[in-house]
């Protein structure tokens, strides 16, 4: 965490030295400060102990059992047949031994290991690919964070422009009531010039207001996620654009993204699981076969109704052990169709977010194929919107035009200017989109985007 908090304050400085932050700059200390870092980074080595623990289960299981305890023994034997050298055989011997309260004492010594395990190799197979998606979740938080990170300073900046565009309206709209009360006090113009450019800087305060609200907002979201105190960001060039001429194909694209996107990776892994969980428990999935090496001692002394008795055993083996489940009471065909029909679920699913993906790509490839003529249109609506406004200033100055006309040229102009902002940052946002969709999107990526929006 120290290291984190001197990455984000050496980014400070570096924004403050450098006069702007710039969206790479956004992002490196949204990378070191985001709490999406830390939960990614953490489940992703989470993933990493899964395959360690796919591993695990076919290695040797060894353990080693200890007790003691007050124990009570009796035994009685009859009919038993006795021979000793020098005592000769006799029949219908009886042995009668006994302890009372004596201690006993046991020891063992045990090593398992899975030779053929039905059921262990589906769970070993599950945390595998309980891995792979963990890491596949990693790269999808990343490029998440990275098309949030620009998605929230692409709101800053708007939401910055929106304001000073607010501003500068406001303040021709009162140089135009100004003026329209003199021209009034004059007898030049109505009262009617008056009402209406009043009532306009009156709703442009208010728009002005709800303005800085959202900018506001926009800059708190990007503060808490860089860690960063209200950064002067780098302004958006007039010029930014995303060349589009080498753009390839939609079906390009879609390949790509069905088959490096990490959701839809991610489902699949899903499936791949639930297929794995009703190999558990398949006819032949319940039966294991083992090599065990056990040895023990039991121990137990005392005293008893004979006198002094102790008793002690010792055994050793090592061999092969063969566990067949012939009846379970329907449990496991009745598990076997649970996750049977899990798995047609998780199939489902992965046919629904390939859909999903195929969509979302084309419309991000669409944004981005169109947006370079979007971009020209608003660009030309610009520029007649302000030639309207320069015509329209001076037809009121002559009296062809009223104030009402000069404050919907003033709106109309500012609108255009918005417009055209929004559509370069969504032709922008639609790149990213698009290498996010197809699996692609990095922080190589990202710088070149970055240079585009200084150019």
Sequence with gaps: ????????????????????????????????????????????????????????????????????????????????????????????????????????????????????????????????????????EWQSSHQDLMLHTAQRYFDVLLAQRRVDLLQQQSQAVDKALVEAKDRFALGDTPITDTHEASARSQALRSQWLGAQSELQIAQTALDDATGLVSPKLQPLSAEASVDTDNLAPLPHWQALALGQNPLLRMQMAKSQAAHEEARKFSAAGGATLDLVAQAGQQRLSGNGDFGAASNGQHQQMIGVQLTIPLYTGGYRSARQDEALRLEDKAQAEVERTRQQISQQTQAAWLGLRTGTARISALAGSLQATRSRLDATRLGRQVGDRTTLDLLNAENDASSAELALLQARVDVMLSQLRLEALAGQLDESRLAPLNAQLQR
């Design 1 to 136: 965490m120290k290291l984190k908090a001197i990455s984000v304050a050496i980014l400070a400085l570096v924004a403050l030295s450098a006069g702007a932050t710039d969206l790479l700059e956004v992002w490196q200390a949204a990378s070191a400060h985001d709490p999406e870092v830390a939960i990614s980074q953490a489940a992703r080595q989470a993933g990493v102990a899964r395959r360690e623990q796919s591993s695990a289960l076919w290695r040797p299981m060894v353990q080693i059992e200890g007790g003691v305890g007050a124990m009570n023994s009796h035994s009685e034997t009859t009919g038993a047949n006795f021979s000793a050298q020098g005592l000769g055989q006799s029949n219908g011997v009886g042995f009668n031994t006994s302890v009372n309260h004596g201690t006993s004492t046991s020891l063992s010594l045990s090593a398992r290991q899975p030779l053929i395990n039905r059921e262990r190799s589906a769970q070993s197979r599950q945390l595998e690919i309980a891995a792979d998606a963990a890491e596949l």
